[in-house]
């Protein structure tokens, strides 16, 4: 009974109807509404099943509403943004939004900012922001008009939502493990600042510090040493490889994602250093590559898919104006230890 060939279009109506319910309550289950009971819920997705209703996204978009999201990333490869995608879709999977992924391939102001602008010119209806590079004022001025949620930086606004991990208590755990391990020469690989951005609070500014500040706390501030590399395998790779071949080579590396780390382990390698025997290291993300049995990885576990959950449930709420206010929720990390790192050689 769809709408093949010359038949009629099944209507929201037509799906009223058959579910015994209002029109109100069938666009409540379409945008994934708050209030909706499990029971009408099925109700009406049994009665869409049986009349082969598809929704119309452009008679949809006519009426103020797109049911398009758009989510910025800078870049497909860090396996980080894989978790955070896979709980953006646990919210909406139910829902009928469908999400629009944007990666501008590098961390450019001017790259992420022209993608933004295709997603607002697309009249998406809102917009996922992960640790945009954008400038902050330029967010602001967007997400005045667009609901929008931030993910990564610690700089709230009332303009849009916050979705953050507790970075400094991820820090801590990190280095309080190698110092515990009797590590003391322990390095950070880091990410260069993008300049002109005015965002103050980027999730690696609030690594480094607490880096330097754990480090301080356990009497090692003059060995703390910082190399802005960046997070990515190359990254990882020169940063590693500047370390390692210094006059003064660390016992231990901290990668601020997991993603650098896998290019420290290249660069042990190529220079003939045992992970974790000559070198431990620890990365950030608990991705699944950490996981993989030949990286055993120790590293901070922030919850991605938990965080990309959340940020699209505050995007929902700010689309369906359920909420009058800006929120920041930060998530909570702990340590997953595994087997890339070990006791200091004495």
Known sequence: MGSTGGAKR??????????????????????????????????VRGAMAELGYRPHAAARGMRGRTYTIGILLASIRNAFY??????????????????????????????????????????????????????????VRIAADVPTVVLGHHDPSTAYDCVVNQDGLGVDLVVDHLVGLGHRDIAHLSHPTVRGTQWRQRPEHH??????????????????????????????????????????????????????ATGVFRAAVELGLRIPEDLSLAGYNNTSVAALAPVSLTSVDQAGAMMG??????????????????????????????????????
């Open 82 to 139: 894989a978790d955070l995608l896979e709980g953006v879709d646990a919210l909406l999977r139910d829902s009928e939004y469908a999400v629009f992924i944007g990666s501008s391939g590098s961390a450019e102001m001017d790259d992420q900012t022209k993608l933004i602008h295709a997603m607002v010119d697309r009249q998406m209806d809102g917009l996922i922001l992960v640790a945009p590079a954008v400038a902050r004022s330029e967010v």
């Open 309 to 346: 959950e959340t940020a699209a449930r505050l995007l929902l709420e700010r689309i369906e104006n359920r909420r009058d206010r800006a929120v920041v929720i930060a998530s909570t990390p702990h340590l997953v230890v595994r087997g890339s790192t070990a006791p200091a050689r004495l």
């Open 207 to 260: 690594v480094r510090a607490a880096y330097g500040d754990a480090m301080a706390r356990h009497g090692l501030a003059g060995l703390a040493r910082v190399v802005n590399s960046g997070y990515s395998d190359e990254g990882g790779y020169r940063g590693a490889m500047e370390l390692l071949t210094s006059a003064r080579p660390p016992t231990a590396i901290f990668a601020g994602a997991d993603v650098a």
């Open 10 to 43: 099944v209507t929201i109506a037509d799906v009223a109807r058959s579910a015994g319910v209002s029109t109100s309550a069938v666009s409540k289950v379409l945008t994934n509404a708050y209030g909706v009971s499990p029971a009408m819920r099925e109700r």
